[in-house]
């Protein structure tokens, strides 16, 4: 995420040629690392309620990622305009998380069959009538608008029931258990610091990189 970010600003900048990003491998790059989050995003839900919802929990945290999507909605309409973020990662990580609950409890192949039909339903079910700026939610239109970023609930449902599914069956193999018995040492935890203020780097971390960005190439064109 921080490298596509930083190529991203290095192009809005001139370091790097106009449509950089949107180009050669770059796209792909940024699709897998939004399938990672929400694929974790459906290993943290199973992680957190597979034994039971704890529904305070469960509130709390849907509440802190919905207000932060709010926040990113927010800011980039004010930074970029007609190109802000109407439906980005941290929306779809809040609607995945309440629409996979019922996946907690269902059988794992048929959170398998409804992940892959999200997959398949944009290229069977796109229709003009889903053009409206209030369903672009949905990923059926047929016109998208110029969005910084946008992952719709369908296909992006599809990696948050994926990560559901495949911590399902890493519990009843036993994986997390056996994992719970790891004692990573100062180097792991250091390296887990990360995964545990995620949302906090997430916010962070590209007003950061556009900051130094812009101060460095305002001190050496000075």
């Known amino acids: 995420?921080?490298?596509?970010?930083?190529t991203f600003?290095?192009?809005?900048f001139g370091y790097l040629p106009p449509?950089?990003?949107f180009q050669?491998?770059?796209?792909?790059?940024?699709?897998?690392?939004?399938?990672?989050?929400l694929f974790l995003a459906g290993v943290s839900l199973w992680l957190a309620h597979g034994q039971g919802l704890r529904w305070p929990a469960f509130w709390r945290r849907f509440a802190m990622v919905a207000g932060a999507a709010l926040?990113?909605?927010l800011a980039t309409y004010f930074a970029l305009g007609a190109a802000f973020v109407r439906w980005g990662v941290l929306h779809m990580i809040a609607a995945g998380s309440l629409l996979a609950l019922p996946f907690l409890r269902l059988p794992v192949a048929l959170t398998l069959a409804t992940a892959i039909a999200c997959f398949a339903a944009p290229h069977l079910f796109r229709s003009e009538a889903f053009n409206n700026p209030l369903l672009l939610w949905l990923g059926l239109a047929t016109e998208i608008p110029p969005m910084v970023d946008y992952l719709p609930i369908l296909p992006w449902l599809c990696p948050v029931l994926l990560g559901l599914a495949f911590a399902r069956v890493a519990d009843g193999?036993?994986?997390?258990?056996?994992l719970?018995?790891?004692h990573p040492g100062r180097l792991g935890q250091w390296l887990a610091w990360p995964g545990r203020h995620s949302l906090a780097i997430y916010l962070i971390h590209q007003p950061v990189l556009f900051g130094l960005l812009w101060a460095f190439t305002t001190w050496t064109r000075a």
């Open 1 to 6: 995420m921080g490298i596509f970010h930083f």
């Open 9 to 12: 600003d290095l192009m809005l």
């Open 19 to 21: 449509g950089t990003v």
């Open 24 to 37: 050669g491998i770059w796209p792909g790059f940024a699709r897998g690392v939004a399938a990672s989050f």
């Open 71 to 73: 926040l990113v909605t």
């Open 173 to 178: 193999a036993g994986l997390w258990a056996r």
């Open 180 to 182: 719970a018995l790891w």
